[in-house]
């Protein structure tokens, strides 16, 4: 069965640097989301992606971060300059489409976790 | 706005013993309303999913979950647990013409032997 996965499934950071989280969604998916989980807290929508640029962001989702789709496989999460609170679980999930009055199923991959020190 | 809370942050089931999940959610309009669960070191799972029809949804596993809106409620249960069940299940809300879910903060799941 088709799978999202992401890689690092850890990454450990110094404040201040950057990171790239990255994601390969299921082939023939159309929309990318970003989630994240801070231990012992909710899971949280940070941004959703079609068409080669963001649908909808969060309040969470500032400056600091950026998505990109750079080839027809990967979805990367950028963290330009990491801070102690971004230390988290980040999800990465995709749907096959949105449609009007239909919620698609979005599959998930196993996170990243990442820590900054 | 849309929220979801689910009551409990642990519930300890004997192996083959019924469990109900309490998931209960606001929102202003019209929700979608899912399951997932997460088993150790994987990603998250969907188990089952309300989106219309039927209050009474079968997912996968042998779970089972009713909507009941007048409660605002998506309570998941299981007739019979086995170890295998062990795991973190989230509910979440997404809603008409907002494709992004709204989690609550999970409910781990131990299965006593």
């Known amino acids: 069965e088709p799978e999202v996965t992401q890689t690092p499934s850890h990454q450990v950071t110094q404040m201040g640097q950057e990171v790239i989280l990255r994601c390969v969604p299921i082939s023939n998916h159309l929309y990318f989301y970003w989630y994240r989980q801070i231990l012992g807290q909710k899971v949280e929508f940070l941004v959703s992606?079609?068409?080669?640029?963001?649908?909808?962001k969060s309040e969470i989702f500032d400056d600091q971060f950026s998505v990109e789709r750079p080839d027809g496989s990967n979805f990367t999460l950028k963290i330009r300059s990491t801070k102690l609170e971004d230390s988290a679980m980040y999800f990465c999930?995709?749907?096959?489409?949105?449609?009007?009055?239909?919620?698609?199923?979005?599959?998930f991959g196993p996170g990243t976790r990442l820590l900054v020190l | 706005a849309q929220s979801v809370t689910q009551l409990d942050s642990q519930v300890p089931v004997f192996e083959e013993a019924p469990v109900e999940l309490r998931c209960n959610y606001s929102s202003s309009v019209s929700v979608y309303l899912f399951w997932y669960v997460q088993y150790p070191n994987q990603g998250l799972q969907l188990l089952l999913k309300y989106l219309s029809g039927s209050t009474l949804v079968k997912g996968i596993n042998g779970f089972e979950a009713e909507f009941n809106k007048s409660q605002t409620s998506f309570h998941l249960r299981k007739p019979s647990v086995h170890i295998s069940d062990t795991a973190e299940y989230f509910c979440a809300v997404s809603s008409f013409g907002n494709e992004k879910l709204t989690f609550g903060t999970g409910t781990r799941l131990t299965i006593i032997p």
């Open positions: 992606f079609y068409n080669n640029e963001i649908s909808e």
């Open positions: 999930a995709s749907s096959e489409r949105v449609s009007r009055g239909y919620q698609e199923t979005q599959y």
